[in-house]
């Protein structure tokens, strides 16, 4: 390439770091006039600059130094300072840049890793431990195993008793085929019977191998998923023979917590239907119930609202010549997509059959740049004089509780998705309201002083409780991130999601809220996985490597019959997309971390053991690889997603 940047931290400052930016010319041509546009993460200062101008929106950064053009085989040098914590991970640097000329041409320039000034390089030990014997995540309350195996040919049948649980058959054997390409003939041998048990709760099976074959007993759908998820990582494969050998068992099993979830953002970063599906598929075979799906933000909206069209043909699109900044990734070109509400019924249809709820978000009234921007007309407050600056570096990223506009907003949006999801509920964020919104709005101001007001935070409570109370009339239960209850104006309906803290999750449970737990300093995917610079990831929570992940212990601190507890309705992990850019990422990051969470989701406390884990681990790898999955292999430090351990199924879809 033409042109390269190199970043370094030259200072490690009481509060932040200084940087030096070099750009370099690498070729034989001057360049005048120029701009340097780059995807950085944490705000700049202006004032910190030792030359030239800087605008910021978001992470998209734009240099100029119109007074020095950039010449051949020369190098233009740019000192500035952040006011957060210094950086430890590479990736903490420029993401991607570009450079464009008064004559609109733009140039490709390549970016060398960060260089770091303080970087612990210490990655953890993952103990080297025997396979275990069998490699079911999670481990099941009650397991015997029995001398002998049950052989599954081409002639193995599943057969149902009540055909309301059909569908989890169907996964079943969609499931084999797929791993396996083994497909049953048309007739042959009843040999996998899934048993209606009506005395068996919701969520538990049982599930039996002996001479006579496999038998699975339930009481609902989930059910018959979880046992027929076990039954998968039971069965060993020979190729040759073309033949499943499932170990002689009996296996008694049902959930700790009632919520089990996976929050992916598709927002920040856009999964096609295809993917998405495919980690719904994945989800199942661990026992999650449900899938919270992070559809809008500043930096996209991904539902189709059919009476607001331009929601998505302005706010699904980012880039150079896109209403929207590109952000992130991709920068030089036009980044996006959404999901037609078609496409939503599908993944719901195909998460349903998988026993997993899917619950939407849309993010209000912080995070909400992405519809501002495609709606001023409705949303934009012409009066409003605010100063702010959101924590992901926007100052126009939230919605105005007094204008009217908004209402009708989520009027609109709030009656089209409740009757796109079928859930009961509907998560509406409520996260990271900026520190002076409506502060300067004569609107809002007069709004506070008719209701005797005297907080921004009793202003969003304000308009929170309308979302409440226009989705109670929808019949759906309003969920939201810890700051919903903020200004003591939502009901005791709403679910908080506590991701600050288990401490904030405990406050919030003693108000008289049901929770859900999701502290990001344990369950945050996005967190780098080791103590190691190279390792892809954030850390301002925390690094979460495996081990943290497993030892996570919901409330731990509080006595086993603390009446606190009864508020807790599960836990979730979350994915957040701002450095998620592709598949091979996107599974390096979830797995095996997720396995970890699921397993104490699923299992009981006096059970958990990390070694035991690792054993069992240790023997599931090779189903992940059989999936398809690019995770990181906990005991060879993988550091890159690309080159994260992957084999692709060979079977070539053989039948017999």
Not at 149 to 166: A, G
Not at 310 to 325: F, K, M, V
Not at 352 to 359: E, H, L
Request: charged share 20%.
């Amino acid at each position: 390439m033409d042109f390269r940047i190199d970043l370094a931290v030259i200072e490690i400052l009481p509060k932040g770091s200084r940087f030096g930016l070099t750009l370099h010319n690498l070729s034989e041509k001057s360049v005048a006039n120029w701009q340097l546009n780059f995807a950085f993460d944490r705000h700049i200062e202006q004032a910190s600059l030792s030359h030239g101008t800087l605008t910021q929106v978001g992470s998209l950064c734009t240099l100029s130094i119109n007074s020095t053009p950039l010449y051949a085989n020369n190098h233009c040098y740019v000192e500035f300072a952040i006011a957060t914590s210094p950086f430890k991970l590479l990736s903490d640097g420029i993401k991607e840049a570009y450079l464009t000329t008064d004559s609109g041409t733009q140039c490709t320039v390549s970016v060398s890793p960060i260089v770091l000034k303080e970087a612990i390089d210490q990655p953890s030990e993952v103990p080297s431990v025997k396979t275990a014997r069998h490699k079911l995540i999670p481990e099941p309350m009650s397991a015997n195993f029995n001398s002998g195996v049950y052989e599954l040919t081409r002639y193995s049948q599943i057969t149902v008793d009540n055909t309301e649980f059909q569908s989890a058959a169907n996964w079943l054997a969609e499931e084999i085929t797929r791993l396996f390409s083994i497909e049953s003939k048309s007739i042959g041998q009843q040999d996998i019977h899934f048993r209606h048990s009506p005395v068996l709760d919701t969520e538990e099976y049982k599930l039996i191998v002996n001479d006579n074959g496999v038998v699975i007993e339930s009481t609902s759908q989930s059910g018959f998923i979880y046992g027929a998820a076990t039954l998968i990582q039971l069965m060993d494969f020979d190729a040759a023979r073309h033949t499943l050998y499932i170990p002689f068992c009996q296996i008694h099993d049902k959930p700790r917590f009632a919520y089990r979830g996976m929050m992916i953002d598709s927002a920040r970063s856009f999964q096609s239907v295809e993917d998405i599906k495919r980690l719904i598929n994945l989800f199942a075979h661990y026992k999650l119930n449900t899938f919270h799906w992070h559809l809008t933000d500043d930096e996209g909206w991904r539902v189709e609202i059919k009476a607001l069209p331009e929601l998505t043909e302005i706010g699904a699109w980012r880039g150079p010549n896109e209403t929207l900044e590109a952000q992130f990734h991709h920068i030089n070109q036009r980044y996006g997509g959404f999901y037609s509400q078609e496409d939503i019924k599908d993944v719901i249809a195909f998460a349903a059959q998988r026993g997993i709820q899917v619950i939407p978000e849309i993010d209000i009234p912080g995070h909400c740049r992405a519809a501002i921007k495609s709606l001023p007309h409705m949303l934009v407050d012409p009066d409003d004089r605010s100063i702010y600056r959101s924590v992901q570096h926007y100052n126009d990223n939230t919605l105005s509780p007094g204008i009217d506009g908004t209402y009708r907003f989520l009027d609109i949006v709030l009656e089209e998705t409740s009757e796109l999801f079928p859930a009961p509920y509907v998560h509406i964020g409520a996260d990271e309201v900026p520190v002076g919104v409506w502060e300067k709005s004569p609107s809002c101001q007069a709004l506070m002083e008719t209701h005797g007001y005297s907080s921004s935070k009793e202003l969003q409570g304000h308009l929170l409780r309308y979302a409440e109370d226009k989705l109670k009339s929808l019949g759906k239960r309003m969920l939201g991130w810890e700051e919903a209850h903020f200004g003591h104006k939502v009901s005791k309906d709403t679910v908080i999601y506590s991701w600050l803290s288990e401490e904030a999750a405990i406050n919030c449970a003693k108000l008289g809220y049901d929770v859900v737990l999701q502290p990001g300093q344990t369950t945050y995917l996005d967190m780098a996985q080791d103590h190691c610079p190279t390792e892809p990831g954030v850390d301002w929570a925390n690094v979460i490597t495996l081990e943290q992940a497993y030892l996570y212990e919901p409330l731990s601190e509080l006595s086993s019959n603390d009446p606190i507890k009864k508020r807790i309705l599960g836990m979730q992990a979350a994915l957040w997309t701002e450095i998620v850019s592709h598949q091979q990422r996107l599974d390096y990051m979830i797995f095996p971390r997720l396995l970890a969470l699921a397993e104490t989701a699923w299992g009981l406390e006096s059970r958990k053991n990390y070694s035991a884990f690792l054993a069992r681990l240790k023997a599931h790898l090779s189903l992940l690889q059989r999936q398809g999955v690019h995770y990181r292999d906990p005991w060879t430090h993988t550091e890159e997603p690309e080159n994260a351990h992957h084999q692709t199924n060979n079977n070539n879809n053989d039948k017999i």
